[in-house]
């Protein structure tokens, strides 16, 4: 599996981005999808998770209201919708895939920057 996003860069506070996350080769294994951040200087941080065969959707308590994960299957594509943008947000954003168990496979990375 494949992963490549795009959408990220520069943005005032208070705007909005949506990030794409594009899945190619073998998209059967995937069961979920979700997005991490890392700001420099600190770990890798996860964003929000979703767990298809769950149903379940877990957003960090820092973008709980303001960011929204959504997919389209036909298009084998997920996206982080954010909206409210603040500068604590400025990070390279990745999507994840997860396999059975863990998130097992990652995408290169996008910039987000929030300029206040």
């Known amino acids: 599996v494949q992963l490549v996003e795009s959408g990220g860069g520069l943005v005032q506070a208070g705007g909005s981005l949506r990030l794409s996350c594009v899945a190619s080769?073998?998209?059967?294994?995937?069961?979920?999808m979700g997005w991490f951040r890392q700001a420099p200087g600190k770990e890798r941080e996860l964003v929000v998770d979703?767990?298809?065969?769950?149903?379940?959707?877990y957003y960090a308590d820092s973008v709980k209201g303001r960011f929204t994960i959504s997919r389209d299957s036909a298009k084998n594509t997920a996206y982080l919708q954010m909206n409210s943008l603040k500068p604590e947000d400025t990070a390279v954003y990745y999507c994840?895939?997860?396999?059975?168990?863990?998130?097992?496979?990652w995408g290169q990375g996008t910039q987000v920057t929030v300029s206040s």
């Open positions: 994840a895939a997860r396999g059975s168990s863990a998130y097992e496979y």
């Open positions: 979703q767990r298809w065969s769950a149903g379940t959707t």
């Open positions: 080769g073998r998209t059967f294994n995937i069961y979920g």
